[in-house]
């Protein structure tokens, strides 16, 4: 056996996987954190390809081609973009819910620091979205994540790429992200509604009123009166989502 032969072999399988799951690891919600460095998360991505290569369909390739070679590392980059981008949008739900929250709860200040992946984070967004991470790894979700990397392969296998249906479970996913995130944030939209109707019926009765005052406290103290009872449900809403989508990939048609 040529053993130089088979080194080079195995690295081009190694990074072939390399190339899938350290796209992944650089969105995936929990381990690509913009406050993760970038070292950290390429030397994860190193350690743990060469951890799960032996459980992936991918062994020593020989490949002669460079422009094949480069094709193929093109193509496992791009499924890994897809799967951490999509598990990214998914996860973009507790910030629109969290927006919304603070929206209606008057705590949406624009000049308040953004600790979140996406600009204009409010604070109630940017507890939303650290706990929801943090649930990530308390609930050993992300076992399922690391798992979901293996599976990637028998859903995307290796060197092909399904454009259309990549792109038709984008769209499903752009817009059961925004569902979900409406769907947590219900419970507020009937608060905003409620506090609303009653101040503008106080303003009609007293024009005198100083309504911007009043309600500066009402909607804050019943903002976060409600948001102590829903957040619980809502991170595990969430929480039952993105578990189901990190197993399978896809999201049953509505």
Known sequence: ???TGYISNYLTGYFLVFARIGSIIMFMPGF???YVHSQAKVLFAAVLSLAL????PVGPIEVDDVVLLLGMLAVE???GVWIGVMSRTIMSALQFAGYQVGQVSALANAFAPSTGPFAGETMMASFLTISGIALLFITNTHHLMLQSMIYSYEVFPMGHLMLADMAEQAAHIAGKSMYIGMSLAAPFYILGIMNNVALGLANKMMP???VFFVASAILISS???LFGIAAPHMLTGFLEEFSAWTTTFAFAGE
Do not use: Q, R, Y
Not at 53 to 56: E, H, I, R, S
């Open 1 to 3: 056996m040529d053993l």
């Open 53 to 56: 290569m032996p459980a992936t």
């Open 32 to 34: 690509g954190e913009k």
């Open 77 to 79: 980059v791009t499924v």
């Open 223 to 225: 903002g976060l009166f």
């Open 208 to 210: 005198t009123l100083p």
